[in-house]
């Protein structure tokens, strides 16, 4: 036998809700409260009509039965950052300064930005997480130039015309092969 529904007492502000729902997301709320509670479907049944999953169909009738109604944007109820060790101000003010230093023409060094921020979280973390943080503030791994910055041309030039030629390409060792004709 499966348990029976709570929430009875949601179901008339449920209602209000069905009557005057702006967003697909606030009508299948509702719906989740409503067709379990007033026609006696299970979750099963219930996430057949709205088109989710059980499990989703449940997070919502939850969600609405503890007073969590979906606002007219219909937020999400999943979703975010769940797992982030900074906010993004808080990684912002950690890489302003080696954000500054590659501006002005120095070279972005990833292994002190991740010294600064392990000493600042307090444990290791990986190193595509601090790729992936450079990425978040508008900061990518540039190429390297076509030429280096301390070169000289004109030493170049010097040099290719002042070397001795290459030396003409040895001849084919190994015993020679006649081929009669």
């Known amino acids: 036998m499966s348990r029976t529904f ?8 449920a ?3 069905l009557a005057t729902a702006s967003t697909v997301e606030q009508l299948r709320q509702a719906q989740a ?32 039965i503890a ?6 944007r219909g937020a999400a109820v999943r979703g975010g950052r769940r797992r ?3 906010t993004i101000e808080q990684e912002a003010a950690l890489l302003l ?22 000493k600042a979280l307090g444990r290791t973390m990986a190193l595509s997480t ?10 990518r791994k540039l190429a390297p130039d076509k030429r280096h910055p301390q070169s000289d041309p004109a030493a170049q ?21 006649r081929r009669s004709g």
Request: proline share 8%.
């Open 6 to 13: 709570h929430g009875h007492e949601s179901v008339d502000a």
């Open 15 to 17: 209602l209000s809700v």
């Open 33 to 64: 409260v409503v067709l379990p509670l007033r026609y006696g479907l299970n979750l099963e049944q219930t996430a057949e009509v709205i088109g989710l999953s059980p499990g989703w169909v449940s997070r919502l009738r939850n969600s609405f």
């Open 67 to 72: 007073g969590n109604v979906l606002d007219a």
């Open 84 to 86: 982030q060790s900074f």
């Open 97 to 118: 300064p080696f954000l500054e230093q590659a501006r002005e023409g120095g070279v972005l060094v990833v292994n002190p930005i991740k010294l600064a921020l392990e």
């Open 130 to 139: 601090v790729y992936n943080i450079l990425h978040r503030h508008g900061w």
């Open 157 to 177: 030039d010097a040099f290719k015309k002042n070397s001795p030629r290459r030396s003409k390409p040895s001849k084919p060792s190994g015993p020679k092969v």
